[in-house]
């Protein structure tokens, strides 16, 4: 009997053991940017895209053993040709040197070069690589043309460096330009076990990490990642911010209501987005047209209209959307705003808390404000210049945002059950 229990137990082992190795697992988002059209002064200079290689450092939020990488032409006419490509893990921030025994040729159909078709993005072939949550990796990618457009996205908050000829494998590199903007990167995805999930955290320059320090990874969805493997519960955090970015109209990038799709909702595994925009809409419209009761009206209801398009259109899809309150920017600067304009946030962000469209709020101009002049940042959390948060601020944002409310999402994408 005792030799048939064990017999029966070892089997009872080989069944349950086998039936978690084929448990199915999912590809989620573990980094991502936001993809524009670099303005000239951002632009890399044709003379780095010709026989050179861009290698660009990323900051992952789950870790895994298996990845793959987006690679984007979203905004090239024509189509972009990629001569060769590889991923390591980054050795020391803001340096060029990877650790050798982790480089690894990326492919795409077991071919190191590709030709992404214009308006494309493509997926890398999965490649093994372990590393932890919270890593630095160095994408590497070789160019022997430019393209007849970049695509790219210009706050990276990362150096990123570029040599001549094809580096893609070399380990260190002596003579690396540096420059700090990402091109031609969208995501890193990992391959995760079931249930495992990405919030993407969209808005404009705030979300984006202006007033976070260069190489640091502190922008405020960076420390939130840190916040949820601390309270275990790691999710895939993805930074789909983009500095002056608009609801409603282009500004340095694309309007949010037009890139929703692809910045938020095109994201493997997202189950929750995070979206705090409106500041720039708000002070264009006090710094460049007027101030004018009927159009200050207008601009209200069309940035609810537009909130709820985006949440209808995650619902749809399954994804649940938190409302982040409009900061202050009362000593701005840039926006000069005036009463008017202020009266016009409060009533934005009224409207969030209390209208119920939303499955979630993160109060991060309750985060922020100065208690006792609510149109302005508190000292400590003010970059400087009265719009952006300091690395104090940072940290305040991440801390406003409710946990609680990234738990579960109740809505299920159409036509799945």
């Not at 999930?197 to 420390?223: E, H, K, M, Q």
């Not at 264009?284 to 009927?294: F, G, I, K, W």
């Not at 005036?338 to 009533?347: I, K, S, T």
Request: charged letters at 20%.
């Amino acid at each position: 009997m005792k030799n048939y229990r064990s017999m029966l137990a070892a089997c009872l082992g080989l069944v349950l053991c086998a039936a978690a190795a084929a448990q199915p697992t999912r590809w989620v988002a573990s980094w991502g940017a936001a993809q524009q059209v670099p303005e000239p002064r951002n632009e890399l200079a044709a003379q780095y895209w010709l026989d050179a290689t861009l290698r660009q450092i990323v900051h992952t939020s789950l870790g895994g053993t298996r990845l793959r990488v987006r690679i984007s032409n979203a905004f090239g006419p024509e189509p972009l040709v990629l001569d060769g490509a590889g991923i390591a893990r980054a050795r020391v921030p803001g340096d060029p040197s990877i650790d050798a025994v982790s480089a690894r040729a990326l492919t795409f159909d077991g071919r190191a070069a590709v030709t992404i078709p214009a308006g494309a993005e493509y997926y890398s072939d999965a490649v093994a690589l372990a590393h932890p949550p919270g890593a630095d990796l160095a994408i590497s990618l070789y160019f022997k043309a430019p393209p007849a457009r970049q695509t790219g996205h210009p706050g990276s908050r990362a150096t990123s460096f570029v040599g001549s000829g094809n580096r893609v494998g070399q380990a260190t590199w002596d003579d690396a330009v540096k420059v700090e903007h990402w091109y031609a990167l969208a995501d890193v995805e990992v391959e995760a076990p079931p249930g495992t999930r990405a919030v993407v955290a969209v808005g404009d320059s705030i979300t984006d990490g202006n007033g976070a320090t260069t190489d640091a990874n502190n922008r405020w969805p960076d420390l939130l990642a840190q916040r949820l493997r601390a309270n275990g519960r790691p999710l895939g955090v993805v930074n789909a911010g983009i500095g002056g970015g608009r609801m409603l109209r282009d500004g340095l990038g694309p309007n949010l209501v037009s890139r929703f799709e692809r910045d938020v909702l095109g994201r493997a595994g997202v189950s929750h987005a995070i979206v705090m925009i409106g500041v720039n809409d708000l002070g264009n419209l006090h710094r460049n047209v007027s101030d004018e009761p009927a159009l200050r009206a207008r601009l209200l209801e069309d940035l609810r209209l537009a909130y709820r398009q985006l949440v209808e259109r995650a619902h749809d899809r399954g994804v649940c959307v938190l409302g982040g309150t409009i900061t202050p920017y009362g000593a701005s600067d840039y926006y000069k705003p005036g009463p008017v304009n202020e009266a016009d946030r409060r009533l934005l962000n009224d409207w969030i808390r209390t209208s119920a469209i939303f499955d979630g709020v993160a109060d991060f101009d309750a985060a922020l404000r100065d208690p006792a002049a609510p149109h302005l940042l508190r000292k400590e959390f003010d970059k400087g210049d009265g719009l952006h948060p300091s690395g104090a601020g940072m940290r305040a944002l991440a801390e406003a945002v409710p946990l609680e409310a990234l738990r579960g999402c109740r809505y299920a994408p159409q036509g799945r059950q």
